[in-house]
C-alpha cells in the first residue's frame, strides 16, 4: 500500500462463508447513503460476487419500478477482476496495482465498503491493509470462532489466535509500516444470532471477552436470524427500504421495527467518523405510520 486518500475504507472480512457480510455490507452501505454520505462499493469476492448480484438486482428494481436515485439511493460501484497472468509473482502485483488504481478512483466518496470473500486469497489480504475499518461478522458458533482463535479441546482455554486473526495483524502491521496515519479498528460481531441456545450465546460471549483483549478488537451486536434478510436479496432492498416508494413489503411487523433498532445500534457501535446511529434514518414518510402499525 503506498497511498490513502480521504476516503474512509471499511472491510467486512471473514475468512468463512456464511456468516452473513453480504447483508452486513448491503445495510451498511444503505445506512450511510440515507444517512445523507457518499458511498463507494468494492466487492472482491471475484468468483461469487453476492454483493455485486444485490445491487445488481437494486438497480434492476430501480427501473421496473421507475424510481430515481433519490427514491432509491445507489452507491458508487465499481467492478474488480482478477489478473489472469499464469506467473503467482505477476498475478499477485497486477492484482496489486489494479487495487490500488481502483481504490484511486473511490476518492471522491466519504465511505468505500469492501465486501471480501469467504476464503483467504492475496487480493483480501492486501485490501485489509487499506481498511480503516474492518468488520468480522461471526455466527455463535465455535466454527466460525476457530478462525480467530485455537482452543484446547480438553480444557477449553485460548491457545493462541489463528488464521483470520493473523490476517488482520499482518494487515495493522503492513499499515504501520507504510506511515499512513491511524491503526486499523477491528469490530467484531455476532451475527444471525438465534432467539434459543442462551448456555452457548453465553460461552462465546466469555470466550470473545478473553480474546478482544488479547488480539484488540472491539465488539458489536450483529443482525438476528430473520427470513426478512434473505427475502430482500432478490429485489436488491434493505430494512431500511422497506415502506418507501416502489417497496415490495411493507415494515409489517415488530420484529421488522426491532430489526431496524438492531441496525442503528450497530452503526452506532462502528463509530465511523461523522455519523451516529441517529443519522440512520429509513425513508422518513412511512416510519410512524409503519410503528403504528405494527404496534
Not at 461478522?137 to 470462532?145: C, I, R, Y
Request: net charge positive; charged share 25%.
Amino acid at each position: 500500500m503506498t497511498s490513502k486518500t480521504g476516503t474512509h475504507v471499511i472491510v467486512i472480512g471473514n475468512e468463512k462463508g456464511g456468516s452473513g457480510k453480504t447483508t452486513v455490507a448491503m445495510h451498511l452501505v444503505v445506512a450511510l447513503l440515507r444517512a445523507g454520505r457518499s458511498v463507494g462499493v468494492l466487492d472482491i469476492d471475484v468468483r461469487q460476487k453476492s454483493l455485486a448480484r444485490y445491487l445488481e438486482n437494486r438497480a434492476q428494481w430501480a427501473v421496473t419500478q421507475g424510481l430515481t436515485p433519490d427514491e432509491l439511493p445507489m452507491p458508487k460501484f465499481l467492478p474488480l477482476q482478477n489478473s489472469e497472468h499464469d506467473s503467482v509473482k505477476m498475478r499477485n502485483e497486477d492484482d496489486d496495482a489494479r487495487l490500488q488504481r481502483t481504490l484511486e478512483a473511490f476518492a471522491d466518496c466519504d465511505f468505500l465498503v469492501i465486501d471480501s470473500p469467504g476464503a483467504d486469497t492475496h487480493l483480501s489480504r492486501t485490501a485489509h491493509c487499506y481498511a480503516d475499518t474492518i468488520v468480522t461478522p461471526l455466527n455463535d458458533s465455535f466454527v466460525d470462532f476457530d478462525l480467530l482463535a485455537r482452543v484446547d479441546s480438553a480444557t477449553g482455554e485460548i491457545k493462541g489466535p489463528s488464521l483470520y486473526a493473523e490476517t488482520v495483524w499482518r494487515a495493522r502491521q503492513m499499515r504501520a509500516q507504510s506511515g499512513v496515519m491511524g491503526g486499523i479498528d477491528w469490530v467484531v460481531t455476532r451475527n444471525r444470532l438465534q432467539a434459543t441456545n442462551a448456555k452457548n450465546k453465553a460461552k462465546m460471549a466469555a470466550k470473545l471477552d478473553d480474546l478482544s483483549k488479547r488480539i484488540q478488537f472491539r465488539q458489536a451486536r450483529g443482525f438476528g436470524e430473520r427470513v426478512i434478510y434473505r427475502e430482500l436479496f432478490s429485489y436488491g432492498m434493505t430494512l431500511l427500504d422497506l415502506g418507501s416508494k416502489g417497496s415490495p413489503r411493507k415494515l409489517s411487523s415488530m420484529s421488522h421495527i426491532a430489526a431496524r433498532q438492531e441496525l442503528r445500534s450497530f452503526i452506532a457501535a462502528l463509530r465511523l467518523p461523522g455519523l451516529s446511529g441517529e443519522d440512520v434514518k429509513p425513508e422518513p414518510a412511512r416510519a410512524k405510520e409503519a410503528a403504528a402499525e405494527a404496534a
